[in-house]
């Protein structure tokens, strides 16, 4: 199987929450704050600066989502689908949908997954996803 496209930033095993889809790579703080990407420099609520890694279940709700038709980046093929997702642990994220020729809604329940890709170099990688739930 290929590597991960940002091993920093997810993981293909599961978290605690939900083991059947791909974590992602979030942490948090004593306070209760919830936060992704992983950071070190401190809390953005309290301001400690003992964060713990922590992953996060990869499940959410689609806030908003807008199809991209023409993309600067010679990498990326369009059109593709963009969503702004409220995990089910707290954070937002903004990523790419798996768009299935349905139109996304908010409110539509979502999860992580994985699907192959090239990297810059062309080698054949795994990045993270939304799908419906």
Not at 31 to 55: I, L
């Amino acid at each position: 199987m290929p590597d991960l496209l940002k091993p920093a930033l997810y993981s293909s095993a599961g978290s605690n929450a939900d083991p059947t889809h791909p974590a992602l790579l979030g942490g948090g703080c004593d306070c209760g704050y919830v936060f992704f990407p992983m950071q070190s420099f401190g809390c953005e609520r309290c301001g400690r600066t003992d964060v713990k890694p922590r992953a996060l279940s990869g499940r959410g709700k689609l806030l908003a989502s807008a199809r991209v038709h023409l993309h600067a980046g010679k990498s990326r093929q369009a059109p593709f689908t963009v969503g702004s997702i409220a995990l089910e642990d707290g954070p937002i994220v903004r990523t790419i949908l798996i768009d299935d020729d349905k139109p996304f809604h908010p409110g539509d329940a979502v999860v992580t997954t994985l699907v192959d890709v090239a990297d810059a170099e062309g080698n054949a990688k795994r990045d993270l996803r939304f799908a419906r739930a």
